[in-house]
């Protein structure tokens, strides 16, 4: 059945998830790697420390998955195992404060997104963080936008990732590096 786990020190390491499932990290660092998430998923981080996703061995995420930082303390790290994962989902970000959400920032790290979904800013927000989407692939040709309307966002796109549909991108701040639009 459905899952919902929150905890100070909450690890979760080559589980599988066929229902729903909200995980919630309210204290120190952690690492989490090797999971599959079957149903509709909600990862969130808060308090001290960041949160590594995908490593040391990534995740599958067959369902929408939505990543909320909770705070500004620290990131929330997407595939940082330098491997591939598959995005079969929607993915939606929300960051309430400083701090943002960075996908396949390690070496070798990279994501595809399935034909048919997208990557949107969810229903949170995202305030004054930054979003880094790095050696991220779209296959389909579904509109993309991020409109961040708080002050202090930075959207980073880089390391050949490639966008196959029309984007509309609007940020305080805008890098755009070794990337392809078709």
Same mark, same amino acid.
């Given at each position: 059945g459905p899952v919902h786990f929150k905890a100070d020190s909450l690890t979760v390491n080559n589980t599988t998830f066929n229902n729903s499932a909200i995980l919630e990290k309210t204290g120190d660092q952690k690492n989490w790697g090797g999971n599959t998430f079957n149903g509709v998923t909600t990862i969130a981080r808060g308090g001290a420390g960041f949160l590594f996703l995908g490593y040391p061995s990534p995740d599958t995420y067959n369902n929408d998955v939505t990543f909320t930082n909770l705070d500004g303390d620290n990131h929330i790290y997407v595939n940082q195992g330098g491997a591939h994962t598959d995005f079969k989902g929607n993915i939606f970000v929300n960051a309430i404060g400083i701090r943002g959400i960075f996908f396949n920032l390690s070496t070798g790290s990279s994501? !595809?997104?399935?034909? %048919?979904?997208? #990557?949107?800013? %969810? !229903?949170?927000?995202?305030? +004054? &963080?930054?979003?880094? $989407?790095?050696? *991220? /692939? +779209? =296959?389909? &040709?579904?509109? =993309?936008? *991020? $409109? *961040? /309307?708080? #002050?202090? +966002? &930075? =959207?980073? #796109?880089? %390391?050949?990732?490639?966008?196959? %549909?029309?984007?509309?991108?609007?940020?305080d701040s805008l890098t755009v590096n070794n990337t392809t639009f078709n």
């Open positions: 994501s !595809t997104l399935a034909v %048919g979904k997208t #990557i949107s800013v %969810g !229903t949170l927000g995202y305030a +004054q &963080a930054g979003l880094v $989407l790095n050696s *991220f /692939t +779209q =296959l389909g &040709a579904e509109p =993309l936008e *991020f $409109l *961040f /309307t708080g #002050i202090n +966002q &930075a =959207l980073v #796109i880089d %390391g050949n990732s490639v966008f196959n %549909g029309p984007v509309h991108f609007k940020a």
